[in-house]
């Protein structure tokens, strides 16, 4: 598939809208699914290297919506990204945590479930989706330090780049990864340990790592070294590569996209 094949499709609509900051890129959408709840949650994030310019969250519409029909509960986030003010490193990191806590409000305003609660990432959101279930375990000098982060039950990585350190040579290209790493300080010397998912291992939730098995954007090898080293550390990782590419892996209708579906289904009910 191309992005148009997703693009050139009526593009459903959230429920609403939640500011969770003042800035105009930190809110995030939700989605509702019908009855009264208690509804299965989903944390979703978009992915498009960090890179506003490429994607928002409303790339996600698609798939969110998909999941609210089957009866489970969206909270897609926005945050700033490497080519606007304050993003890269520390801001979007410090966005993406702000509003995964933010969910909390809503989930006492609307009854979703945060026992179960399942984030899932694509591309550069599935970096973020894993660095999400690694907050608690960030250095206290870190400004991405939170004392009491949203508890993840499981990630979902869709394509993700989970090691800043080498995941380099993708489409995405070198700099926006550099972007996110940030710059080496007297205090933070390891300019990875806040950072990439592959040097937070083990995370110490379920993580389920899904590539297209044709997808050339983000390679399945940059999936499968990950969770080798997740697994090695201690971690419960299990890798999927269903047919297709990039766009197949959030677009309804694909064997990617229902594959995940139904992993989602599962873990979050």
């Given at each position: 598939m191309k992005w148009s094949d997703?693009?050139?499709?009526?593009?459903?609509?959230?429920?609403e809208r939640v500011a969770y900051g003042p800035l105009p890129q930190q809110v995030a959408d939700l989605w509702l699914p019908q009855g009264r709840g208690r509804h299965p949650l989903v944390l979703m994030i978009h992915g498009g290297c960090w890179t506003k310019s490429i994607a928002d969250l409303e790339i996600m519409n698609w798939?969110?919506?998909?999941?609210?029909?089957?009866?489970?509960?969206?909270?897609?986030?926005?945050?700033?990204?490497?080519?606007?003010?304050?993003g890269g490193y520390p801001g979007t990191y410090q966005d993406v945590g702000a509003a995964l806590?933010?969910?909390?409000?809503?989930?006492?305003?609307?009854?979703?479930?945060?026992?179960?609660?399942?984030?899932v990432g694509h591309s550069a959101g599935g970096h973020l989706a894993l660095w999400a279930a690694a907050r608690a375990?960030?250095?206290?000098?870190?400004?991405?330090h939170t004392a009491s982060p949203l508890k993840i039950a499981a990630v979902i990585d869709l394509a993700g780049l989970a090691d800043l350190k080498t995941n380099t040579a993708t489409a995405c290209g070198p700099e926006p990864v550099a972007a996110m790493a940030g710059q080496p300080s007297a205090v933070r010397p390891d300019i990875y340990a806040d950072t990439s998912p592959r040097a937070l291992v083990p995370l110490?939730?379920?993580?389920?790592?899904i590539h297209g098995a044709?997808?050339?954007?983000?390679?399945?090898?940059?999936?499968?070294?990950?969770?080798?080293?997740?697994?090695?550390?201690?971690?419960s990782v299990t890798?999927?590569?269903?047919?297709?590419?990039?766009?197949?892996?959030?677009?309804?209708?694909t064997a990617s996209w229902s594959l995940t579906a139904a992993l989602i289904e599962r873990l979050s009910k």
């Open positions: 997703l693009y050139g499709q009526p593009k459903p609509k959230a429920d798939a969110a919506y998909d999941l609210r029909r089957r009866g489970i509960a969206v909270w897609n986030i926005e945050y700033r990204g490497v080519d606007e003010a304050g806590d933010a969910v909390r409000l809503q989930a006492r305003k609307h009854k979703l479930n945060l026992n179960k609660a399942v984030v375990k960030l250095p206290p000098n870190s400004p991405l110490g939730a379920p993580q389920f790592v044709d997808d050339t954007t983000v390679k399945p090898e940059i999936g499968e070294a990950y969770a080798k080293a997740a697994i090695a550390a201690g971690d890798v999927l590569n269903p047919p297709g590419g990039h766009v197949e892996e959030i677009s309804p209708g």
